[in-house]
């Protein structure tokens, strides 16, 4: 039984145990781990499932999720057993997953494994990849999903997925054009090439890179950055700034004030004492 506690208070999950999921809560800060460090913490679809299971569990003062691996590597990408006529125990091959379902059963099976990447674009929370050594394919892209990095020096990136006759289908695809734009996802896409730290800094897929000692201290710092603010605006930013994209420049001015005046009402309020 995997647990999380907050001031106390467990909440226990039999998927997350499953998945090699483990789920700690302190006050506003969530931290999950990819915790099957044996196979460097490589993703099944019971792992997906995990994932999707987390918010869920998030007690309501969760402000702020980390996401990272346990041990020298974040994630090596999909369980490479499930490629294999004998799949991984207990869960079977993506032959014995695929076959049994028809066109639009596979696309409705992906989207169920996606929300397990998806829920990290909610509003209520900002989301924090930690990332040590590699992040290869559905690790990439659970990198990806969360609204910042951290990557230590030795951290590396590959998107695999092309290599293997498939496309990145777990949500990866648009928080990579978003960072790198469409030529550069294109070529990281289509080449399946390995992306090292430097080069993940240079792209604006990691906002921080550090020596991999120092790793778990810049993000404690990133983390107390983001909860030094009061709750409200931080949940208001990531909301306007998620739909900026949808909106032209005038779309995007109404959005802000509107979103400002509960805030501005707020601020009056508390200086005057209401």
Not at 150 to 170: H, Q, R, S, Y
Not at 178 to 205: H, K, Q
Request: glycine residues 10%.
């Amino acid at each position: 039984m995997t647990s999380a506690t907050s001031a106390g208070n467990p909440v226990q999950s039999d998927a997350l145990a499953a998945g090699g999921i483990r789920l700690e809560v302190d006050g506003a800060v969530a931290t999950v781990v990819l915790d099957r460090a044996d196979r460097r913490n490589a993703m099944t679809p019971t792992m997906w499932l995990a994932l999707a299971a987390v918010p869920e569990l998030l007690p309501a003062g969760v402000r702020v999720v980390v996401i990272r691996g346990d041990g020298p590597t974040f994630c090596a990408g999909l369980d490479l057993r499930l490629a294999s006529p004998e799949g991984v125990p207990g869960e079977g091959s993506m032959g014995s997953i695929m076959t049994p379902l028809d066109d639009q059963g596979i696309a409705d099976q992906v989207g169920i494994w996606q929300q397990g990447f998806l829920w990290m674009r909610d509003p209520r929370w900002i989301t924090i990849a930690s990332v040590q050594g590699a992040a290869v394919g559905g690790g990439f892209q659970l990198a990806l999903s969360a609204d910042l990095m951290v990557a230590a020096d030795d951290a590396k990136f590959c998107m695999k997925e092309n290599a293997l006759g498939l496309v990145p289908d777990l949500t990866g695809t648009k928080p990579l054009v978003d960072r790198v734009g469409y030529s550069r996802a294109l070529e990281i896409c289509a080449t399946s090439r390995w992306i090292d730290a430097d080069e993940a800094g240079r792209l604006g897929i990691a906002q921080q890179v550090v020596p991999v000692a120092d790793l778990e201290t810049a993000t404690a710092a990133l983390v107390s950055a983001l909860l030094a603010t009061v709750p409200a605006p931080g949940v208001k930013v990531k909301e306007l700034l998620l739909a900026a994209d949808r909106r032209d420049v005038h779309e995007q001015a109404r959005a802000e004030r509107e979103t400002q005046v509960s805030l501005l009402r707020g601020m009056a309020n508390r200086i005057s004492g209401a």
